[in-house]
């Protein structure tokens, strides 16, 4: 009897574990700068000199505040998400939902005419950021695959 409840809690103990484990999300919290050499771009935005995430990602909280730099001046886009799956209104125009996936996060933005899809993930480690981006619209269809690296803290 005490070797049976002894193997059953063990069993419990593993799974409980595994459950733990699998149920983590990565965070993606951090300054992220953009890499054009690691990148592959189809559509690069007329003028683009660089690229900054900024992450802040609590659960199912995700906020990004990207600043594209365009010949030495920065423009933001600020997007504010929730990692449930559901529909929301993000911005004026766009609708939206951000889905947690095995190893990734999944954003998918549309509006009247256009849609913008993005996986983010880390890549080759988690100093890297790797978000593959779909769009379909004007000015055209394109597929970005842009690459961040983690800024270091000082």
Do not use: C
Request: glycine fraction near 6%; avoid cysteine.
């Amino acid at each position: 009897m005490l070797k049976a409840t002894k193997l059953l809690l063990t069993i419990i103990f593993i799974y409980a574990s595994a459950f733990h484990v699998l149920g983590q999300s990565a965070n993606y919290s951090g300054t992220w700068n953009l890499n054009f050499e690691k990148s592959k771009l189809e559509h690069i935005p007329s003028g683009l000199t660089g690229s900054i995430y900024i992450i802040k990602h609590d659960g199912a909280k995700f906020s990004l505040t990207r600043h594209n730099i365009y010949n030495g001046k920065r423009k933001k886009i600020h997007l504010k998400m929730y990692s449930d799956s559901e529909t929301r209104r993000v911005k004026i125009l766009f609708h939206g939902k951000l889905e947690q996936q095995v190893n990734s996060l999944l954003a998918t933005l549309w509006g009247k005419n256009s849609r913008y899809i993005v996986n983010w993930k880390f890549g080759n480690n988690e100093n890297e950021l790797v978000a593959d981006e779909t769009f379909t619209g004007k000015p055209k269809n394109h597929r970005n695959i842009w690459v961040f690296d983690k800024e270091v803290s000082k």
